[in-house]
């Protein structure tokens, strides 16, 4: 079966690499970093451009990254020169591995129904204590953009997704889009530590 979202970033990859690498996500990342001890494992989960890779692996940080679209994969692995995984949401199955897990407009794409056995793998990625951070298109329910699917949340919606997959929400924001031009879109922004 072909997934729309996976093949867009295929064809897109270029200009949607040269969209994203530069957006500058200080301080998302910041408020991450707060909750993973110096040098910990961090998985960079839908990690798109590798722009968030790149900063962790410059920070000292130890950074597996993986995503599911191949050419996003060979330009996230030319620009932090490391392999970048094969891999999809549904196929995590890390045990106890991480000190936090970044999921920066990646979930998004997960369909609605799948997310809390999502969760719940990522939960069981990390150690206890680890961090997650996810990030959504603010919203609500099921979107089409394009020829993209989207699973939008807003700052009340997304509560229920953390606590029932065993997380305490640390951080619960919406902002705007750093991207160049994109400013007037918005995102929902949560780190949430597992119990």
Not at 37 to 61: M, Q, T, Y
Not at 108 to 122: A, C, D
Request: one cysteine or more.
């Amino acid at each position: 079966m072909t997934d729309n979202n996976v093949e867009y970033y295929n064809i897109n990859a270029d200009s949607f690499f040269a969209g994203s690498v530069a957006a500058d996500m200080k301080e998302e990342q910041d408020s991450f970093l707060a909750y993973v001890p110096e040098g910990g494992r961090i998985l960079d989960a839908g990690c798109g451009s590798g722009r968030d890779s790149k900063a962790f692996l410059d920070a000292g940080f130890d950074v597996v990254s993986f995503d599911a679209s191949k050419e996003m994969r060979k330009r996230a692995s030319e620009y932090i020169g490391r392999e970048v995984l094969d891999m999809r949401f549904d196929e995590i199955s890390f045990d106890n591995v991480f000190d936090g897990i970044w999921a920066s407009a990646s979930l998004l794409h997960v369909p609605m129904e799948e997310l809390p056995e999502t969760f719940n793998k990522l939960n069981k990625a990390l150690k206890p204590g680890g961090a997650l951070y996810a990030s959504f298109k603010y919203g609500d329910g099921t979107k089409m953009r394009g020829e993209r699917k989207f699973s939008d949340f807003n700052e009340k919606s997304v509560i229920p997704l953390f606590e029932n997959a065993g997380f305490e929400i640390v951080r619960n924001s919406v902002g705007n889009d750093n991207r160049p031009g994109r400013g007037e879109e918005m995102w929902v922004c949560v780190v949430g530590i597992k119990k």
